[in-house]
């Protein structure tokens, strides 16, 4: 009874310590200052599962990724990190943390300062000729503001396309295509370069 007693806990101890073997517990403080995130999204080779996070770093042969967006969890080790081991991972999809916004707002500036400058270079409007159909006069001010607003909403627009790409990453299970894209995928880890 007592060998049965003390193997029954052995076996739960080993099964819940291999269930626990894919997350880390870090409580590790990381200084990211200066550090970029980018939202990333894991596809398995089994086409069951989605792991949204952010790939903190590339190993030899897997991927530690955190479930933590926020900065400052970082600082105080409020994360978690996921091991996944290259023949799990399908593909890897990474854009930037809040791109389609800051894209939104480069694209818009750039073509309201493009318009404006277009607009400001063309200059005042001839007077109108008597007898002519030329009931429209638009001052180098005018046409600024006109043509900045139209170029402002089709920079916004084409920001907002750019903002929404993603960069696909395709591993399918491959060690050879996780060694390839191995230097492709250190540019987007979270953890401070050694």
Not at 15 to 29: E, F, V
Not at 163 to 175: F, Q, R, Y
Request: with cysteine; proline share 3%.
């Amino acid at each position: 009874m007592k060998k049965l007693t003390v193997t029954t806990i052995l076996l739960c101890v080993y099964y819940s310590l291999y269930a626990q073997d894919n997350i880390i517990k870090t409580g590790l403080n990381v200084d990211i200052s200066g550090r970029i995130i980018y939202n990333t999204k894991i596809s398995f080779t089994n086409g069951k599962h989605l792991m949204k996070g952010v790939l903190y770093a590339v190993n030899d042969s897997s991927v530690l990724v955190s479930n933590s967006l926020v900065k400052k969890d970082y600082s105080t080790g409020k994360f978690e990190l996921s091991k996944i081991s290259f023949n799990e991972i399908d593909l890897i999809k990474i854009h930037r943390k809040n791109s389609v916004g800051r894209s939104i707002w480069i694209g818009a500036l750039t073509g309201f300062a493009t318009g404006g400058l277009i607009g400001w270079m063309s200059g005042d409007d001839p007077p109108p000729v008597p007898g002519s159909f030329t009931f429209m006069r638009l001052s180098a001010g005018d046409k600024a503001k006109m043509y900045g607003s139209l170029l402002a909403v089709t920079g916004a627009l084409t920001g907002g396309l750019i903002g929404v790409l993603e960069h696909k990453i395709p591993i399918n299970g491959s060690m050879g295509n996780f060694n390839r894209n191995k230097s492709r995928l250190k540019k987007y880890t979270l953890r401070p370069m050694e």
